[in-house]
């Protein structure tokens, strides 16, 4: 065995497409929430009307990955759509014992690429964007015979990530496939995928989960989640409106009670008490209070979404909300420059607040 076979799962950079203390994807085997898209890839596979690329949109953390790293254990494992076995299947579940699951969980699969943010060694950060080269590179077994046989199938997370050129390069691979392959393209934004790609995908779209089956994703995860009281699941559900992924970052940073508070204080304004959101700012200062004041600065962005949602049918709502379209652009400049130079974070806070409840006024009048 090679010395980078043996290295242990400390010595591997982090993955770019999981969230820390969560299964990766392509080891979830339960899903939730998404049986009619399940039954729709599974109708496709049957019928011998499998797309070479089917570009899987809705918001992050709905299990968007789960699903196409699901949809692939099922297509390597019964490869012919006319197995009994895929006769008598309900939904696309493929036991964790199964050879073809066991080489995808262990990386060793030949017939599958992983598209993603790469690990910058020298920055010891991921890419912020998937380049060209990762494209050529992770794809180039597209060239090659399948390895087993079958499949060969590439899971692309996400699609927003990808720069220009690499959605050129994505687009080149999926105009003129090899036979019997299989592109999911992943898209927390849709609309904002390359035309062109869009235009040679079959579309599925994944819809927010009840809180109750969100609860049932975050157990599904493992024991440490698992521990976790039945209303704390629920509450950081609804909270998430209907993301796992977010849900599960409100528990593990236990920014549940910062998001509840965050939101009390909104709901009051343009009321604002001083002492309460001076707890809010005491919440957010220094290094131990970054993960809150993300938490807040994400209530706060939330909310002015809601708002202007909400009032965008009343009559002259573009002059209404006006104010809460300049104080939105305020707060995010302020959140990158006190971000950039490290300020202290407190008298932001106080501020984001104070401008908020004069923009609320404002719009109101």
Known sequence: MSPRAAASADDLPPDSDALDGAL????????????????????????????????IGGREGIGKATFAWRAARFVLARPDPRLPAV?????????????????????AHPDVACLRREWDAKTKKHYTEIRVDD????????????????????????????????????????????????????????????????????????????????????RAQGEDWADHAQDDLLRAAQRAGGSVGDAMR?????????AERTEAELARLPDMNVRRVMALADASYGRDGQEAFETLLAGVFDWLGRSVRERAQEPGAVQRLAPLAQVWEKIAASARETQALNLDRRPLVL??????????????M
């Open 24 to 55: 990766h994807p392509r080891a979830n085997t339960a899903l939730f929430g998404h049986e009619v898209a399940e039954a729709e890839f599974l109708e496709a596979f049957r019928q011998g009307r499998m797309p070479q690329a089917w570009l």
């Open 87 to 107: 006769a008598r299947a309900h939904d696309l579940f493929t036991s964790e014992e199964e050879p073809a699951a066991r080489r995808i969980v262990a990386r």
């Open 135 to 218: 494209v050529r590179k992770t794809l180039g077994m597209f060239h090659h015979a399948a390895g087993a046989g079958g499949w060969r199938v590439a899971v692309v997370d996400s699609a927003d990530d990808l720069n220009t050129a690499g959605a050129n390069a994505l687009l080149k691979m999926i105009e003129e496939p090899p036979p019997r392959s299989l592109f999911f393209i992943i898209a927390h934004r849709p609309a904002r995928v390359l035309p062109t790609i869009r235009s040679r995908c079959r579309r599925l779209t994944l819809h927010p989960l009840t809180a109750e089956a969100a609860a049932q994703a975050i």
């Open 250 to 258: 409100l528990l593990a940073q236990g920014a549940l009670g910062m």
């Open 351 to 364: 501020s984001i607040f104070s401008d908020l409840s004069d923009a609320v006024r404002a719009s109101r």
